[in-house]
């Protein structure tokens, strides 16, 4: 089943008189449980594209669909109400907050949202990324790879559509990195999540279903690794 739909996208930038088109007519289509990779140099306009998938940024033109639904025929409001529940991102650098403990941090988009925590989901998600008696810890008494676990905690906990993860690996050590990216390909198996990661690492890369590869801001491969 079709779950995300790219169709046409661009994104310009005025700089001065000049235009910069960091995206260029991008259009492409995600299944349900896919997990794709996203490479190319850096300023080919990955992360301006991941940032316009994940509602945080809006497109010049184009559409992009979500379950069916047209992520910037939103308002506002609805825009924000999206990115908590359909969305969940993972950074590079972790974004969490200093003074907020680990299970606060992983349950704040429930919070935000107005909602009651799972607190089975909790308890399973703490499991799965080995944070069980890390729960009071606060950010700086961990490590960067017990971080990302934290980052990616709370872009799953909420069960969303899609995760959206730019360059999770970029800030960890080699043995770190690969239990991210397992943990990550957990989530994708385990709960269906349907996983786009923006890599410049080709073995990261080579364990998604498909690569997609872009250039100044153009697709210019778009290849199946497996089915």
């Known amino acids: 089943m079709e779950i995300l739909k790219v169709e046409n996208l661009k994104k310009i930038y005025l700089s001065g008189e000049n235009e910069v088109r960091a ?29 316009i998938l994940g509602g945080v940024d809006r497109p010049t033109e184009g559409t992009v669909y979500l379950n069916g639904q ?3 025929q939103q308002n506002e409001e609805e ?10 991102l993972v950074y590079q650098f972790y974004n969490l907050i200093p003074v907020l403990t680990v299970v606060e941090n992983i349950t704040l988009p429930v919070l935000i949202d107005g909602q009651t925590v799972n607190r089975d989901r909790l ?3 703490m499991t ?24 990616i905690g709370r872009a799953l906990i909420n069960t969303p559509a899609i995760v959206l993860a730019d360059e999770p690996t970029g800030n960890l050590d080699s043995q770190n990195s690969r239990e991210i ?5 957990l989530s994708n198996k385990k709960y269906r999540q349907t996983l786009i990661v923006i890599t ?7 364990q998604a279903d498909r690569i997609i590869a872009i250039e100044d801001g153009r697709i210019t491969r778009d290849e199946v690794i497996r089915t």
Do not use: C, W
């Open 79 to 88: 825009l924000a109400i999206f990115r908590r529940r359909q969305v969940g």
């Open 23 to 51: 995206l260029d007519g991008i259009s492409f289509r995600v299944r349900q449980g896919e997990f794709v990779a996203i490479v190319g140099p850096s300023g080919s306009g990955k992360s301006t594209l991941l940032h």
């Open 181 to 185: 990216i397992e943990l990550l390909k």
């Open 128 to 151: 799965t990324l080995r944070l069980i008696g890390r729960e009071h810890h606060l950010p700086n008494q961990l490590s960067g790879g017990q971080q990302q676990r934290v980052s």
């Open 70 to 72: 047209d992520v910037y």
């Open 200 to 206: 410049h690492d080709e073995t990261i890369a080579l």
């Open 123 to 125: 308890q399973e998600l």
